[in-house]
């Protein structure tokens, strides 16, 4: 049921920006929060943004969250070699009445 | 702080049932919506089911409606969820999550996680 749909992908270089799209649709993002998370390997994912843009005690400022319309991204800024993990965005779908996931996309530091 | 801790995988024949536990501690059980989210082994999260607070609602994925049923028990801090007619791709890694929202109406999303419990689906 995966109808956000982020690059399957993304990478960068230590202190690089690398940016991650989450695209959906009217009855997801473009009426409910987006959320995103961080799934490091072999751990539970974690919660990174919350409300759009709202970071959880304790999560770095070099993540940053943005949504305009049906679509939302990720930012990590100064990029560092424990940042590789999985990320996924969500988002309540009012159709659905259910939550959605999105693709995920692995981040790899070169 | 807040524990979540899944109890209750196993191997299971297709076609079979198992009901998967959740305890959970450090906050206000009784004032959190909860979800079942899983995720099949190398692939992605897949939401399962959500349940209101005070256990009223439910929703459930297309994927599992009618097969799954989550429930909660506010006195003992533990939420359920019961799974028939098992099939070979319910094989995951299964995840119990305190929604994000204090006495939320319907579910926003997930915050704290537990560690997971493995459902095997084979013959």
């Known amino acids: 049921q995966s109808v956000l749909t982020q690059p399957p992908s993304a990478s960068g270089t230590p202190g690089q920006r690398v940016t991650i799209s989450c695209s959906g649709s009217?009855?997801?993002?473009?009426?409910?929060?987006v959320y995103w998370y961080q799934q490091l390997p072999g751990t539970a994912p974690k919660l990174l943004i919350y409300?759009?843009?709202q970071r959880p005690s304790g999560v770095p400022d070099r993540f940053s969250g943005s949504k305009s319309g049906t679509s939302a991204s990720l930012a990590i800024s100064g990029l560092r070699s424990e940042d590789e993990a999985d990320y996924y965005c969500?988002?309540?779908?009012?159709?659905?009445?259910?939550?959605?996931f999105g693709t995920g996309t692995k981040v790899t530091v070169l | 702080q807040v524990q979540l801790v899944e109890s209750g995988g196993g191997v299971v024949q297709p076609g079979g049932s198992l009901r998967l536990s959740c305890a959970a501690s450090?906050?206000?059980?009784?004032?959190?919506?909860m979800h079942w989210v899983r995720q099949a082994p190398g692939k992605g999260l897949e939401w399962v089911a959500f349940i209101r607070y005070d256990g009223s609602n439910k929703y459930y994925a297309d994927s599992v409606k009618g097969r799954f049923t989550i429930s909660r028990d506010n006195s003992k801090n533990t939420l359920y969820l019961q799974m028939n007619s098992l099939r070979a791709e319910d094989t995951a890694v299964y995840y119990c999550?305190?929604?994000?929202?204090?006495?939320?109406?319907?579910?926003?999303?997930?915050?704290?996680w537990g560690q997971g419990t493995l459902v095997t689906v084979s013959s």
């Open positions: 409300r759009n843009n």
């Open positions: 999550a305190k929604d994000l929202s204090r006495l939320a109406a319907a579910g926003q999303a997930p915050d704290y």
């Open positions: 969500a988002a309540w779908d009012d159709s659905l009445s259910g939550e959605v």
């Open positions: 450090g906050f206000t059980f009784s004032s959190y919506g």
């Open positions: 009217s009855s997801n993002i473009g009426s409910n929060y």
